[in-house]
């Protein structure tokens, strides 16, 4: 079983940053695909990027465009979501998920990731 860890959340004004991490446990993380979700309040949890465990092929939602970067490093199995130019519509619960299933393609799905986090909070104030 894989423990997934996020840190970095918090409160931050409009127009801020913050750098959410997703420690892992075991020896396969370099062969996960690794995601960011979200879930604000009274909505659907949202895929937000992920990135391949091939070639770090990186895949986004068009909200988040030029302002998240997602990216991992396998020697500390951990990925990590650098969000900049933070809006009040960023808040929400993130969570990091981990897909085993060695698929080239990045998947955006919900029910492709076998592993989650418990999620971390981002609030972003206006």
């Known amino acids: 079983q894989v423990q997934l860890v996020e840190s970095g959340g918090g409160l931050v004004q409009a127009g801020g940053s913050l750098r959410l991490s997703c420690a892992a446990s075991g020896r396969a993380f370099s062969t996960y695909n690794m995601a960011w979700f979200r879930q604000a309040p009274g909505k659907e949890r949202e895929f937000v990027a992920a990135?391949?465990?091939?070639?770090?092929?990186?895949n986004y939602v068009d909200s988040v465009k030029g302002r998240f970067t997602i990216s991992r490093d396998n020697a500390k199995n951990t990925v990590y979501l650098q969000m900049n130019s933070l809006k009040p519509e960023d808040t929400a619960v993130y969570y990091c998920?981990?897909?085993?299933?060695?698929?080239?393609?990045?998947?955006?799905?919900?029910?492709?990731?076998?592993?989650w986090g418990q999620g971390t909070q981002v609030t972003v104030s206006s």
């Open positions: 990135i391949s465990w091939i070639s770090a092929n990186t």
């Open positions: 998920a981990a897909d085993r299933s060695r698929t080239v393609l990045i998947r955006t799905r919900r029910y492709e990731y076998d592993y």
